[in-house]
């Protein structure tokens, strides 16, 4: 492998991914690397558990390529092919835009063409290699329980990865051509969260409005979609075939994704140096916004400091983009809620918990942004302010702006239960409070550019801050129901499970 | 309450540790009025010092007072005093520079219309009328250090602490912030800056302190540093490798 080549290109990419993979599963202390071990372990026996649960119970069945089967495939494999798909999009909008070593890259003698076509490539081997881990357990019980054959599927996966990575690259590049530079970075990130929610999320609402069952499976194996699927020798049963081990249309997917793949490499490679240079020249033209003119007014510090936060969020779609999509996962459970309560004319209180859950995880989004993701700290600190005017500042942004947020809601609940709204405004109000309070605890400094990573920072502040916004809803699911003596066991629960967290935090260590 | 007689900065063995020591008992006292450098090699502890004055490093021991006030007791009343520009300069890509500076202006209280004035006049005399009202995320390194000045300078800080405030600057940026640091000083107020420049201590500072490993090792105008050194008429560069004893350089 001579130095300069492609394959040395390749390989050094590859080293670059391994080390990142490395520090995410075993960076840290001694301690956090044991604990992190035993948690996977423990994470691999829990998924084969559960694999090998369903797939006995399907191989009692038979597995073949029956109508049944083939729907139930195609449709699995495409909700992790949407998957795949956004995080292949992320991946290649990176590519076009992230700085890092671009200059260098762009800089040295090396054909451009190829070392874009290196790491698209890259893309799609990241992309193979996750559908093979997140198909894994089955795949290992299939094997265990019905032969070696099943490590056909293997393949198939690699190649849907391979063919996720080629979409991605035209989807982007297209972006680019049609809206220009500027333009391409926010919608294609847009496009890839949607992507990502959109399908996932509309198939769990089918299945429980249709069958009053959360789980997706309930439609991917239903009578009607089996009745309305095309006859089995439909080429869309390809990818579904190649997942079941048919040479013929394994051979076909893994020749239709590399060629897909070469063609569109092909295509958009020989420009992506020049659109990498131009995605660099919007980054660096100053975007005029109108005329914006400050209006020197007399403001406290805690005022300033509020609007400060306020201004750069609304300024910043991308930002609003990310943190309202947490909300939209929401929806199946809001539907579901609906479906198993609603119809009793109970259906306002059905709404508390979810209102309370989206509160507290926007909360959290937010206080993120306004403690961690200060980009100006040591402005902010050498200030004349005392420090705990600058966090309550801080503090009342962020609940300000989800006070904002949900208000129409709660006024349209009032006029039809007072009781119920103040039930959802104090859930919504102790949740979002938990949800800053774990952020504060927690906090450690980043550039809001990485809002997207900050789950990486800390696993025990991502974990309190999902698990007590469940706690809240259900404490407030079960007040909204006049349940009161659970409602406060609940919440006593949920306090108990801060103040422990709060003694994990780093602050406290401190 | 701030003194008129005080010096600027008044250090009394101040000490840092972090897994060794950072700054080790230092004292060092900056007259009002004057522009100091203060040099040292890579992990010399300047950064360190200068953290510990802004009031962005909490201090193991020692004392810190600026124009007379004590910044660990009233740390508050002692930011009002000082204003603290680091090689990085840290704004907020989503606001304008005069959003910025209104920005600045309202966390130090100022009087709106004085600090509207000022804001107008610092960002003339920096060079930024063009960029006042485009976002920053647009803006040059040399620009956003320029906005980062400007922030600094907005409030008429006693005293002025920069850390490596050249770097990215082009020699026409350079020159304008060195012009408006000179001037700052020429109106009473107090610079330290650290820089790797020696060039650029060599010309603007009166006085300039040398640190190695969080001690002080030197202090004086350069002809008294001259003099340490047993060197006359030799360059600052010379005197500092002589007085940090910089390891790879032959005697």
């Known amino acids: ?510 | 309450m701030p003194t008129e007689t005080a010096p600027a900065l008044a250090i009394r063995g101040l000490t840092k540790t972090f897994d060794r020591p950072a700054v080790d008992r230092l004292d060092l006292t900056v007259e009002a009025g004057r522009f100091y450098a203060l040099l040292g090699p890579n992990g010399a502890g300047k950064t360190t010092t200068l953290r510990m004055v802004a009031g962005l490093v909490r201090p193991d021991g020692g004392s810190i007072h600026v124009c007379g006030v004590d910044a660990l007791a009233d740390p508050v009343a002692a930011k009002r005093l000082v204003a603290w520009v680091s090689d990085e300069p840290m704004i907020y890509d989503k606001l304008t520079p005069l959003e910025y500076l209104e920005f600045v202006a309202g966390l130090w209280s100022l009087d709106p219309a004085a600090a509207q004035a000022g804001a107008h006049e610092l960002i003339g005399r920096l060079g930024l009328g063009l960029e006042a009202n485009r976002r920053c995320e647009g803006l040059s390194k040399g620009m956003r250090q320029k906005v980062a000045l400007a922030g600094a300078l907005i409030h008429e800080p006693r005293l002025i602490i920069l850390d490596e405030p050249l770097t990215g600057l082009d020699a026409a940026a350079a020159r304008v912030v060195k012009d408006v640091l000179l001037e700052r000083v020429r109106t009473g107020a107090s610079v330290i800056m650290t820089t790797h420049i020696l060039e650029v201590a060599e010309r603007m500072a009166e006085r300039i302190g040398v640190i190695a490993q969080g001690r002080l090792v030197a202090e004086g105008t350069l002809d008294e540093l001259r003099g340490l050194a047993g060197r006359a008429g030799t360059s600052l560069e010379d005197i500092f490798l002589e007085l940090v004893d910089a390891p790879g350089l032959a005697a």
Request: proline share 5%.
């Open chain 1, 1 to 510: 492998m001579s130095l300069g080549s492609l394959a040395w290109f390749a390989r050094h990419e590859l080293r670059l991914a391994w080390r990142d993979a490395a520090a995410i599963l075993f960076g840290g202390s001694l301690r956090r690397r044991i604990a992190g071990a035993a948690i996977l372990f423990l994470l691999i026996a829990f998924v084969h558990a559960l694999a090998f649960s369903l797939v006995s119970a399907a191989l009692r069945g038979g597995i073949g390529p029956d109508p049944r089967t083939l729907t139930f495939l195609t449709g699995s494999a495409l909700l992790a092919w949407c998957l795949l798909l956004s995080q292949a999009i992320e991946s290649v909008t990176r590519a076009f835009y992230a700085r890092g070593d671009m200059d260098l890259i762009l800089a040295s003698p090396m054909p451009a063409a190829g070392l874009f076509a290196v790491r698209i490539a890259g893309i799609g081997a990241g992309a193979s290699a996750m559908a093979m881990l997140l198909a894994t357990p089955v795949i290992d019980i299939l094997v265990l329980l019905d032969g070696p054959r099943w490590l056909l599927a293997y393949l198939a996966l690699a190649a849907l990865g391979l063919l996720a990575a080629a979409v991605a690259v035209a989807v982007t590049a297209s972006l680019f051509r049609l809206l220009g530079p500027a333009r391409t970075r926010f919608v294609a990130q847009v496009v890839a969260a949607v992507i990502g929610a959109a399908f996932a999320i509309s198939v769990q609402a089918a299945a429980i409005l249709s069958f009053d069952d959360p789980s997706r499976l309930a439609v991917l194996s239903s009578e009607w979609l089996v009745s309305h699927a095309p006859a089995s020798d439909s080429s869309l049963w390809i990818p579904a075939r190649a997942l079941l081990g048919e040479p013929g249309s394994l051979a076909l997917l893994i020749a239709g994704s590399l060629g897909l793949l070469a063609a569109v490499l092909g295509i958009v490679a020989p420009h992506f140096a020049s659109d990498a240079a131009t995605a660099a020249g919007a980054i660096a033209a100053a975007p005029k916004h109108g005329e914006a003119r400050a209006r020197f007014r007399r403001r406290s510090p805690a005022r300033i400091l509020r609007e400060k936060e306020w201004t750069l969020l609304r300024r910043d779609p991308w930002l609003i983009s990310q943190t309202l999509m947490q909300i939209l996962y929401l929806l199946p459970a809001a539907l579901l809620l609906w479906r198993s309560f609603g119809e009793g004319g109970n259906g306002l209180a059905v709404l508390v918990p979810v209102l309370v859950m989206a509160s507290g995880q926007l909360a959290g989004g937010l206080a993120w942004l306004a403690v961690s993701g200060e980009d100006a700290p040591d402005l902010v600190r050498t200030a004349p302010v005392a420090p705990s005017q600058i966090v309550r500042a801080k503090i009342e942004a962020v609940l300000g702006a989800v006070g904002i947020a949900v208000a129409p809601i709660i006024v349209v609940v009032s006029a039809l239960s007072l009781e119920i709204a103040l039930v959802a405004a104090g859930g919504i109000a102790v949740a979002a409070a938990s949800a800053t309070a774990i952020q504060l605890w927690f906090r450690a400094q980043a550039r809001r550019s990485q809002f997207r990573r900050r789950q990486t920072s800390s696993r025990i502040a991502t974990f309190a801050e999902a698990f007590s916004s469940i706690l809240w809803a259900c404490a407030a699911a079960f007040a909204a129901q006049g349940i009161w003596p659970v409602a406060v066991l609940t919440g006593a629960v949920c306090a108990l499970a801060l103040l422990a967290v709060r003694a994990m935090s780093p602050r406290a260590a401190a």
